[in-house]
Structures are given as C-alpha cells and as structure tokens.
C-alpha cells in the first residue's frame, strides 16, 4: 500500500499505469551526450587536417585523443541501463538491419576501429617508432607492440601515413554526423511523442554535439595548458571561439526554428508541451540550456568577434562559456529524454522523476561515467603526449 502512495504522488492529473515510472533515465541522458562529445570533438579535428585552418593545429591531436577517450565510452552508459548489460553483444552478433538501435552498433565499431583508432595510428606511427627507441621498459615494448611491426621511416612511408590518415579524416566526417545524427533520428522517429516527433531533431541533435565538442576541446586545452604550465596559444583559442560562436549561432537558429513552428502549428498536443515547458522543465529549459548555456555564451562570444579585450581576460571568459556551455547542452539532453516521458500520451497528467543517489541509475553512477572518460584521456595524453611529437625531418 505504501508502494502505491509514493507512486500515486508522482501523478498529477490522468495517465497510464505504465507511465509513473520512466522508462529512460539519466544514463539514457548520458548517452547521447557523450557521444554528442565525441562527434564535436572530431569535427574540430578535421578543421585542421581537411579544412587546412593551420591556427587549430595545437589542438588537432588534443581533439582526435579526446574523441577516442570518450567515444570509448560513450555506449556504456547505454550498456550499465540493460536490465542484463552482459548481453548486449548480441546486438552485433544477430544483426536486424531494420532497428536504428543495432545498426548504431556498427556504426559504432566502424567509428572507433576504422576511423579513431587508425588515423590516430597514421598519425603516430612514427613517433611511437622513435619512442620505442628512446624510452626504456614497460613504455618502450608498449610502443613497439603498438607500431604493429612497422618500423619504416622512411619520408617515403612516413608520407603515406600522412596521406592515408587524411583519407580516413575524409571519411570520418560524415561518419562522424551519422554516428550522432542517428541518436536525433532515434527520437524523432517516435511519432507518439509530440516532443521528439519533428524531422529537425537529427539536424539539432547534430549541430549541439558539435558546440558541446568543440566546447570540450577548448575548456581541455586551457585546463591542459594550465597542469603543463605553458602558454596557451591565443589566435589559436580565439578561433576556436569563432568557430564555437558560427555553431552555437547555428544551433540555438535550428532550435529556436523548431519551437517557433510547434507554436505555429499549435496541434492538439500544444496545450500539454505549453504546461510541460512553463512547468516541469521551466528550470531546465529556460534557466541552465537556454540563459545560462546558450544566450550568455552567445553573446559573450558575440561581443568577441567586434571588440577584443585583453588575453587574460578572455582566457577567463573562454574557460567559462566552455563550462557553461557544456552544461547547456547536457541540459538540452535531459530536457529532450526526460521531459518527453513526463506528460501522458492522454495528454492529461504528468508524472515526475526523482534521481536517486546510488544504484544503476543514481547520481554516483552517473558521475562515475561522466569521469571516466578524463581518466582515459589522462592515460592516453601520459602515452601519446601530442606536445612531445617529433618534428618531421625535411626531405632531403
């Protein structure tokens, strides 16, 4: 009896029964959000290596092993909300072509085994050979088992390398829009759900991973700079704030066109989503995505691209929007999977959603997700420290 007084004060007005709990919690959340990171991330990289924007190159292999860090795990999140996760390889081993959810499984595994890992190999090839050479123990084998064997340095081969990890950059982009673009796809193909139901949602899902990439490769750079006690190169963090202020331009136009055609458009599902936005997600929306995590980092970077204050202070402001807008867009993700669950098919009730400190779907499971990928990194920076690449030697 008591199980079904907490349950029932969850209800406000009529629903289902099968809707006081939600199905998706914040892992679902997470899901989308990291690997929304890791496509950003990517995207900036390939400004550098395909787009020729030679001030980005001190971020370019900051960005790639970015990418790899949390692209590794970015499906574990899904995986840890499986009723029985040592399953899910199964999802690879019994393809059904017609479910998005198994084919960005292979999109997956195309992502991190084709794209990432091998144009990170292309690209450190010939240091991790030279490195063998240099360091002394467990470091050196580790070098000599990753260069697979191939120890040729010659400008012959080394050229190569370049011109096969431009190659699969090339091809890593647009794999890099369907690796996130399919999660947009996920949501706005639930036509039941006025929330997620609209063909934008893929476009915006795409163009928020890319501010919220591009936002953690700055707040990186800055905060790597800083432990390594170096300077941070300036034309180098101010076009990354162009580039961070063209998409987020971009974004809140994609997001602000959706919401302004659902107020047009003023369906039957208008008066529900009206209650839900100026209701449970009033916060959420308003306050941490939309003031907090999009119009200040808009405007401030907006006021960057006329008048330039100085260094010291824009590398303050910079650190800031990054934070801001890292935060914004892992708001957006909650207001997307969350606030599509509140309100009722009936369109008359909503129920609500508490998130509890421990267990599978707590908070401690969540921060521990949303750390692991910088442990990563942190291991994968100590092994393949892009400050330490050697300089190719002019051919002679």
Known sequence: MEHLYEMLSKVDGYIYSNEIELH??????????????????????????V???KVLRPTYQLALLTALAFLIVAVMPLVSHLGKPFRFYEIMITPHFSSAM????????WYLMVVLLLEIWFDYRRDMVLWSKEKKGFKSRLYK???LGVNDLSPKTVAWDDKLGYFITVIGIPSAFLLHGYVGFIFGSVKANPWWSTVLMPVIFLFSAM???????????????????????MPCLDEVG?????????????ESLDQIHRIYEAEESFEILDLLVNGKLNYTLFIFQGLLG?????ITLGIFRIYKPKPKIRKAFYLIISLLILMGIFFMRWNV???????????????????????SEGFLMTIFWLVLPFLILAFILWLLPPWKKHEEEPAS
């Open 24 to 49: 998706w919690g914040i892992l679902i959340v997470l899901y989308p959000y990291i690997t929304g990171l890791v496509a950003g991330a990517f995207i900036l990289a390939s400004l550098e290596r």
């Open 51 to 53: 787009f020729k924007v």
């Open 102 to 109: 198994a084919i960005f499984g292979f999109v997956y595994l």
């Open 145 to 147: 088992i990753l260069t």
């Open 211 to 233: 501010v919220s990439g591009i936002a953690l490769v700055m707040f990186l750079y800055m905060a790597v700079s800083w432990i390594r006690k170096v300077k941070i190169d």
């Open 242 to 254: 162009k580039y961070l202020f063209y998409v987020l331009v971009l974004d809140f136009t994609l």
């Open 294 to 298: 999009t119009l200040i980092p808009l």
């Open 337 to 359: 999977v969350i606030g599509g669950q509140l309100f009722s098919k009936s369109f008359l009730g909503f129920t609500s959603f508490k998130l509890g400190l421990i267990g």
